[in-house]
């Protein structure tokens, strides 16, 4: 059974702080994905990545970071918390694009 | 700018008939297309895709159809059963131009009534 796990089901944090959500994925994938979604507003590309190390914009990255060592792991950086990043966030793997992205359980994060 | 797009945020549909869930897009390149279901507190599930090359996928009660001179997709489900209320997102890629992101709509919230 194909598996993309995040780290957390439901995160509280602060203003301010530095927040790392995790991501992995046990199919071998190229591809990794970090979704927000939000009311309303369906599922935002936040940042992808193709490859070990490498990383690309998607339409709302202002915010975050990211990073990927390994193929396995991707994680989604908050260098500074902020209200408006309460949200449910939505990892993803795939192997190409010709083929489905397989999610995670997503992480509730709330800004307080 | 929204290149794929479900205007109907929401859909109420009687168990036993058909639920027809739609779907427009805007990018000419894109050409693979997904459907998703999700519940709430849970990640989206892969339903049913289709590849630009075919105008329908078939799977069990699920049905893809793809317009590309209108830049449109539906999904069907006949029979509908509760179970299937959920929300519905359609997503797109434009695999062959070497991006492989998927850019998904807002959401359709269908409602089965028993």
């Known amino acids: 059974d194909v598996k993309v796990t995040q780290s957390s089901r439901y995160l509280v944090k602060r203003t301010g702080e530095k927040v790392f959500l995790e991501c992995v994925q046990d199919m071998d994938h190229e591809n990794m994905f970090w979704y927000r979604q939000d009311p309303g507003l369906g599922l935002r590309l936040i940042y992808f990545?193709?490859?070990?190390?490498?990383?690309e914009k998607g339409d709302i990255p202002e915010g975050y970071s990211v990073s990927r060592e390994k193929k396995e792991r991707f994680s989604l950086i908050l260098e500074s918390a902020s209200t408006n990043q309460t949200s449910m966030y939505l990892c993803?793997?795939?192997?190409?694009?010709?083929?489905?992205?397989?999610f995670g359980q997503g992480t509730r994060l709330t800004v307080v | 700018d929204q290149q794929v797009k479900q205007n109907s945020p929401s859909l109420s549909v009687q168990e036993g008939r058909i639920s027809i869930l739609n779907c427009d897009y805007t990018n000419s390149m894109f050409d693979y297309f997904l459907w998703y279901k999700k519940y709430p507190a849970e990640g989206p599930t892969f339903l049913i895709s289709i590849s630009s090359i075919k105008d329908k996928n078939e799977d069990g009660r699920f049905t893809v159809f793809l317009n590309k001179s209108a830049k449109h997709l539906s999904l069907h489900i006949v029979p509908s059963q509760p179970g299937d209320s959920a929300v519905y997102f359609c997503a797109a890629s434009a695999a062959t131009s070497g991006t492989y992101k998927y850019i998904f709509g807002t959401g359709t919230r269908l409602k089965v009534l028993a």
């Open positions: 993803a793997s795939s192997r190409d694009g010709n083929t489905e992205a397989f």
């Open positions: 990545s193709y490859d070990v190390k490498m990383k």
